[in-house]
């Protein structure tokens, strides 16, 4: 199957610090990529769709200016978390979907990346 | 807006037994995709199994399986002669088109030795 790849898969930060989380699709071009959170023993809640060459489209009560996404390349979506404050802390996942398989309706997922800010 | 409803926050069964996820949902739409996710303790998403709701023959795949009934808008998942790999936690969830997935709120599925 395809892989998509998160990066780092742990980080911890400093409160009033921003932090970075990289979504990559290793083998596929994909042009739309989905972010989200989970709380622990909680489902995933997206937070955005991010569209290259786009701007990302937010989900209601997401903060733009707090958590910028960028998606400059077929392969590669950003999320930075800006101006981390312990309650940003969480588990962050990314999918993203292969333009090129024709629509089988399946995304594909990283690894996550869990932040944790002091 | 769509919903996913999970009734079951946890599950448990024997190994080798089988056991029954629930999952309802609600939509407008005629064309639509359905899917159960695993995600064990290392966190990463897996896909189970993938319903097409054009379809009417229920989604198989070797001990999965799927109970879909599109009038009643419910999409059950069916484990048989479960495994202790099975453990992990269970997501319901609907696509609409190239749209957004969205989850149900997950059941902990517990294997018991």
């Known amino acids: 199957g395809a892989v998509v790849s998160q990066h780092p898969s742990w980080v911890i930060c400093k409160s009033g610090t921003s932090v970075k989380i990289e979504c990559r699709s290793l083998?596929?071009?994909?042009?739309?990529m989905f972010w989200y959170r989970q709380f622990p023993k909680q489902s995933l809640m997206l937070m955005a769709t991010?569209?290259?060459?786009?701007?990302?489209?937010?989900e209601q009560g997401v903060e733009k200016d707090k958590f910028l996404i960028n998606h400059a390349s077929l392969t590669l979506s950003t999320l930075t978390v800006t101006s981390a404050h312990p309650e940003d802390s969480s588990f962050y996942i990314c999918?993203?979907?292969?333009?090129?398989?024709?629509?089988?309706?399946?995304?594909?997922f990283g690894e996550g990346s869990r932040l944790t800010v002091l | 807006a769509q919903t996913v409803t999970q009734s079951q926050p946890e599950m448990s069964v024997q190994e080798a037994e089988t056991v029954t996820l629930s999952c309802t949902y609600d939509?407008?739409?005629?064309?639509?995709?359905l899917f159960w996710y695993k995600q064990p303790p290392s966190r990463q998403m897996i896909l189970v199994i993938r319903?097409?709701?054009?379809?009417?023959q229920n989604a198989t795949e070797n001990r999965f399986s799927v109970n879909f009934q599109k009038a009643a808008k419910s999409f059950s998942l069916k484990i048989s002669d479960s495994q202790l790999g099975d453990a992990a936690m269970y997501f319901c969830?609907?696509?609409?088109?190239?749209?957004?997935?969205?989850f149900g709120q997950g059941t902990r599925l517990t294997i018991n030795p």
């Open positions: 969830a609907y696509r609409e088109g190239a749209q957004k997935l969205v």
């Open positions: 939509t407008s739409e005629s064309d639509y995709y």
């Open positions: 083998d596929f071009q994909a042009t739309t």
């Open positions: 991010s569209n290259e060459g786009s701007k990302a489209t937010y």
């Open positions: 319903q097409e709701a054009y379809k009417q």
């Open positions: 999918s993203a979907r292969d333009q090129h398989r024709g629509y089988t309706g399946e995304l594909f």
